[in-house]
């Protein structure tokens, strides 16, 4: 595991080095300002191949083609979401391809936490398609998309084809029902909302 709070420095870096190979868990998440690059995170991970979670929660200037040349394969817990409220992110950060994400980890995935990223929604349609695959999907168990453009059907199928979730994070979805925009939580609660889209 490494837990870090990264602030930058001029000094070049050596780029004969290499690298963490052994790394498991890499955490770089923060509730402020992030100096955080697709650059920094390639210096740390180039080597790392064993990395099964990743947590850039804050890391704004984090981009879709950094994640794909990420040289894990396996990675189980991802955590991109955005959650400062007192400082505006979706100023200053692109738009994040969520399509690229679940078609290198779509299979191995057990958390995905996209919260507060600018998605494009049809990007994000054929992501969450791309998670639950053509059957059911027996890895995922925790999904947060709060604040993003998802749609109910996309929903409905991630409900219909996730199993074993337990945790959906639905708050401030504006294209979702009212009673759906919360954090469902538990198999009870889970369960509920797939017996209110059977009933529909």
């Known amino acids: 595991l490494l837990n870090l709070v990264w602030f930058p420095k001029t000094r070049k870096a050596d780029q004969s080095r290499a690298g963490f190979t052994d790394l498991e868990e ?35 200037r984090v981009s879709s083609t950094l994640l794909k040349q990420l040289p894990c394969e396996d990675l189980e817990h991802l955590y991109l979401g ?3 409220e007192s400082f505006n992110y979706n100023l200053l950060c692109d738009e994040l391809k969520s399509e690229p994400i679940t078609m290198k980890w779509g299979s191995t995935l057990r958390d995905l936490d996209i919260t507060g ?19 059911r999907n027996q890895t995922l168990h925790s999904l947060s998309v709060a604040c993003t453009k998802i749609s109910q059907d996309t929903v409905c199928a991630i409900l219909m084809g996730c199993p074993i979730l337990r945790h959906l994070n639905l708050t ?15 198999e009870n609660e889970i369960q509920k909302l797939r017996n209110q889209i059977q009933d529909n």
Request: aromatic share 6%; net charge positive; proline share 3%.
């Open 26 to 60: 890499l955490c770089l998440a923060t509730s402020i300002e992030s100096f955080v690059s697709d650059d920094v995170i390639l210096r740390i991970l180039r080597s790392s191949t064993r990395l099964r979670t990743l947590d850039l929660r804050g890391c704004f």
């Open 82 to 84: 955005l959650y400062c």
């Open 117 to 135: 990223r600018r998605c494009p929604q049809e990007d994000l349609e054929r992501s969450m398609k791309r998670l639950v695959g053509s059957g």
């Open 172 to 186: 401030s979805c504006r294209s979702l029902p009212r009673g759906w925009k919360k954090v469902h939580r538990g």
